[in-house]
C-alpha cells in the first residue's frame, strides 16, 4: 500500500524473507498478497461494523431518520498544509462568509436542524460563523479534526491525541458544550484513532461505510459501545459538485440523492448527507439543496434531526438488547 | 508628480508589501505544518490578503437589482508562452482564440448589445495584434490586465519581478487601448501574496480573481481595508474547468448545455439576492461553435427580466466605490 513506498527489488527480497520467517508484513505495493489469515483477518478486523442499530421504529413512528451533515472546513485544510496564498484562502473564507449564511438561512425556512462538523481552528478563524451557527438552537456542533489533519498520514498516537484533545477543549470553549459526536477529516482515520474516541468518551462517529445504517463498531472485535453513522462518497457534494470534480452537474446529482433517499425510505433506515459550504452553499447549488429538503419534507414519516439525536436515540433503543 | 511624502509612503509600500508576503514558517519533511501554528500565527498567516466589508449597494444604478459583468480571459496562448511551450499545434489551439474565438464572441455582444470587459495577457495581444484595436473601439468595451502573459505569479514568487511585469502589461494595453487599466485579474487566476500591495501601489480600483464572496467586497491586506474592489469570481462560473479539451484540462462537464444550466441557476440566485454576477469566458472555449449558441441564449435570458443592469467591471467597481465612500 501507499504508506510503505519501497523500491520493488526491496519488495521482492522481503517477500522472500518474509514468507520464510513469517514475522513483518513486506513493504511494497501490494504486501497483504503474502500475509496469512490471521494476519488478514486481524487487519481486515481492526475495525469493523458491528450489529445494526436501525430501531425497530423512529421518533414519532416515523419510518427514516435524515441527517443533514455540513463540514465547514473553510481554510483548515489548506493552513494545515501550509498553504496561505491569496486565492485559496478566498475559497475558504467562501465557506464561513458566504455558504455558511445562506444554508442557514435554508434551514430556518424549513425549520431544520442540521449538524456542523467543524475542524477547531476554524472556530476561532470565524467567529461570526459560530454565532450564526448556534443563534437558532437547533443545531448540533461536532468534531472535525484541529485543523482537518490527516491522522493517517501523521501515524503518531501521541500527535493524534493531542489534536483530538485540543480539538474538543476548543469546541467546548467555542460552543459552550463538549461535543458528543466525530467526523474524521476526509474520512481517513489512523489505525489508533477510533480507539481514541473511545477513550475520548464520544456518543457517535461518522465517518464509516460498512452499511447505510446505525451499527456499533468493533476494535478487534471488541463493542465498544460507539454509535457509527455512516457516510458514503456518494452521498457527499465533495467528489461531484466542485467545478472539476466528476459531476459537476447539481440536477444530475440532486437525482442520486433523492434515488437514495428513496431506498432508505423504503428500507426505513437512515438518510446521512454530508455536505460542504463552499460547495452546496453555492448559488448554483443550493436549489438543488432546497429541492432535495422539499422532496423529503413531501413525504409522511421522515424524522429530521442532529447526528447526536440520532445517535442518543438508536443507543436508548438498542439499550440492554445486547 | 513625486514629491518626497510621495517617494517615503511608495518606500514603506514596498517595505508592507515584502513583510506582509513572509510565507509561514515549515519544517522539512512536514506538509502538515499548520497543525503546530498558534491562534496568532493561523490568523497572521489566513489574514495577509483577506475578505472586507461587502460593497453591494442598496440600489444598483437606475434600480437596477442585479449587476452582470460578462468577462474574458483573453490569453490564447499566453501561458504556454510564459512556460516556453513551442508545440506548433498546442499553440494553434490558442490561436483559435484570436482568429475564431473573439470574432465570434463580439458578433454576439455586438448584436445583444451588452458591454463586457477583457483582461487580456499582453503577449496574446502582442502575438495577434488585431485583438486589441477591435476591443478599443468599442465605446462598450473595457480592458484589463492579464499579466504580461498569463504567468504564473506563485512560481514566480518575487515581488520585484511580478511588478516589473504588471508594469510592464499596464503600459503596454494603455499604449494599444489608448487608456489605462483600472481593473485586474490574476495571471493564471493566481494571486500571490505580494499582488494585492502590488495593484494598490500601482492605483488599480478593482480585481476580480479571489471567491470568498459572490458580491462584491473590499480587500483587506494585513487585516486593513486597502480601497481595492473585488468582484468576486468564481470557478463553477468559469468555462475553463469544465469546457477545456480533455487533452489540456479537467474538461469536468463538456456538456455546454448542462455547464449553461449552472451558469443560468447561479444568475437566477444573484437576481434573488440582489448583488452581482460575474461570469468568465475564454474565447477560445467558448467561442467553439457547439458553445456560441448557449452563451447567446444566455444573454438572453438574463435580458428577458427586468431591472438588470449589464456593465463593465469598472463601471461597477466604481459605483459600489462612489457608494461605499471609497476615495
Redo the contacts between chains.
Keep these: 500500500m501507499r504508506r510503505y513506498p519501497v523500491g520493488m527489488g526491496l519488495v521482492l527480497l522481503c517477500a522472500l524473507s518474509w514468507s520464510a520467517s513469517a514475522q513483518q508484513p513486506p513493504a511494497g505495493p501490494q504486501p497483504g498478497l503474502a500475509w496469512t489469515d490471521e494476519q488478514l483477518t486481524k487487519v481486515a478486523h481492526h475495525v469493523r461494523a458491528g450489529r445494526k442499530l436501525t430501531p425497530k421504529s423512529w421518533p414519532g413512528g416515523a419510518r427514516v431518520a435524515v441527517c443533514l451533515s455540513f463540514d465547514p472546513d473553510n481554510?483548515?485544510i489548506a493552513?494545515?498544509?501550509?498553504n496561505?496564498?491569496?486565492?485559496t484562502?478566498?475559497?475558504?473564507?467562501?465557506g464561513a462568509?458566504?455558504g455558511i449564511p445562506r444554508i442557514l438561512r435554508l434551514l430556518d425556512r424549513y425549520n431544520l436542524p442540521a449538524t456542523f462538523f467543524i475542524p477547531a481552528?476554524s472556530t476561532?478563524?470565524h467567529p461570526a460563523m459560530m454565532e450564526a451557527i448556534k443563534k437558532s438552537g437547533r443545531h448540533e456542533v461536532a468534531l472535525h479534526g484541529?485543523?482537518h489533519?490527516?491522522p493517517m498520514?501523521?501515524n503518531d498516537p501521541e500527535e493524534e491525541w493531542r489534536?483530538i484533545s485540543q480539538a474538543i477543549t476548543q469546541l467546548e470553549k467555542s460552543t459552550g458544550r463538549k461535543p458528543t459526536g466525530n467526523r474524521n477529516p476526509s474520512w481517513t482515520m489512523s489505525v489508533y484513532t477510533m480507539s481514541q474516541l473511545k477513550k475520548a468518551d464520544l456518543l457517535y462517529d461518522s465517518s464509516l461505510q460498512a452499511m447505510d445504517q446505525p451499527h456499533d463498531v468493533l476494535i478487534d472485535g471488541q463493542s465498544t459501545g460507539i454509535v457509527e453513522l455512516p457516510v458514503n462518497w456518494i452521498l457527499d457534494d465533495a467528489p461531484f459538485l466542485?467545478?472539476?470534480?466528476?459531476?459537476?452537474?447539481?440536477?444530475?446529482i440532486l437525482k442520486t440523492f433523492k434515488d437514495d433517499f428513496d431506498v432508505a425510505y423504503r428500507e426505513g433506515t437512515l438518510f446521512m448527507l454530508t455536505m460542504h459550504p463552499h460547495i452546496s452553499g453555492?448559488?448554483?447549488?443550493?436549489?438543488y439543496l432546497e429541492e432535495l429538503i422539499e422532496y423529503m419534507k413531501s413525504k409522511p414519516g421522515v424524522w429530521f434531526a442532529t447526528a447526536e439525536e440520532i445517535a442518543r436515540y438508536v443507543k436508548t433503543q438498542s439499550a440492554g438488547t445486547q | 508628480m513625486i514629491n518626497r511624502a510621495g517617494v517615503v509612503a511608495g518606500l514603506a509600500a514596498t517595505w508592507i508589501v515584502a513583510a506582509a508576503a513572509q510565507?509561514?514558517p515549515?519544517t522539512p519533511g512536514d506538509?502538515?505544518?499548520?497543525?503546530k501554528?498558534s491562534?496568532a500565527q493561523?490568523?497572521q498567516?489566513?489574514g495577509?490578503?483577506?475578505?472586507g466589508r461587502k460593497l453591494t449597494p442598496r440600489s444598483w444604478p437606475n434600480g437596477a437589482r442585479v449587476a452582470v459583468a460578462l468577462t474574458f480571459s483573453l490569453n490564447n496562448t499566453a501561458n504556454d508562452l510564459a512556460r516556453g511551450d513551442s508545440a506548433v499545434v498546442q499553440l494553434s489551439g490558442g490561436e483559435f482564440g484570436a482568429a475564431a474565438g473573439l470574432p465570434r464572441v463580439l458578433e454576439v455582444l455586438d448584436r445583444q448589445n451588452v458591454p463586457a470587459t477583457f483582461f487580456v495577457a499582453a503577449t496574446a495581444a502582442m502575438v495577434d495584434a488585431q485583438m486589441l484595436p477591435e476591443l478599443a473601439r468599442r465605446s462598450t468595451i473595457e480592458v484589463g490586465t492579464l499579466g504580461w502573459s498569463d504567468e504564473n505569479p506563485?512560481q514566480i514568487n518575487d515581488a520585484a519581478e511580478e511588478e516589473r511585469l504588471l508594469g510592464r502589461a499596464a503600459d503596454y494595453l494603455t499604449k494599444a487601448v489608448g487608456k489605462k487599466p483600472i481593473g485586474a485579474r490574476?495571471p493564471s487566476?493566481?494571486?500571490?501574496?505580494h499582488?494585492?500591495a502590488i495593484l494598490k501601489k500601482a492605483g488599480f480600483l478593482y480585481d476580480s480573481?479571489?471567491?470568498?464572496?459572490?458580491e462584491p467586497y473590499e480587500v483587506l491586506l494585513d487585516g486593513r481595508p486597502s480601497g481595492i474592489v473585488e468582484l468576486?469570481v468564481?470557478?463553477?462560473l468559469?468555462d475553463q474547468?469544465?469546457l477545456t479539451a480533455p487533452r489540456f484540462g479537467?474538461s469536468?462537464?463538456p456538456?455546454p448545455e448542462?455547464v449553461f444550466?449552472?451558469?443560468r441557476?447561479?444568475f437566477?440566485?444573484?437576481y434573488q439576492?440582489g448583488t452581482l454576477y460575474v461570469l468568465t469566458l475564454h474565447p477560445h472555449l467558448i467561442g467553439m461553435r457547439s458553445r456560441i449558441q448557449y452563451l447567446d441564449a444566455l444573454i438572453t435570458y438574463i435580458k428577458s427580466k427586468p431591472n438588470v443592469w449589464f456593465a463593465t467591471a469598472g463601471e461597477i467597481a466604481r459605483y459600489v466605490r462612489q457608494q461605499a465612500g471609497i476615495s
Excluded: C
Design positions: 481554510q483548515s493552513l494545515n498544509r501550509g496561505n496564498t491569496p486565492i484562502m478566498s475559497e475558504g473564507e467562501y462568509l458566504t481552528t476561532f478563524m484541529w485543523i489533519e490527516d498520514a501523521l489534536l466542485p467545478a472539476n470534480a466528476s459531476l459537476p452537474s447539481p440536477r444530475l453555492q448559488r448554483s447549488r443550493v436549489k | 510565507p509561514p515549515r506538509n502538515q505544518p499548520g497543525r501554528w491562534e493561523l490568523k498567516f489566513a495577509v490578503v483577506s475578505a506563485l490574476g487566476s493566481v494571486l500571490s501574496l499582488t494585492m480573481t479571489m471567491m470568498a464572496m459572490d468576486p468564481s470557478r463553477l468559469d474547468p469544465t479537467p469536468a462537464l456538456s448542462l444550466e449552472t451558469f441557476d447561479d437566477d440566485g444573484a439576492e
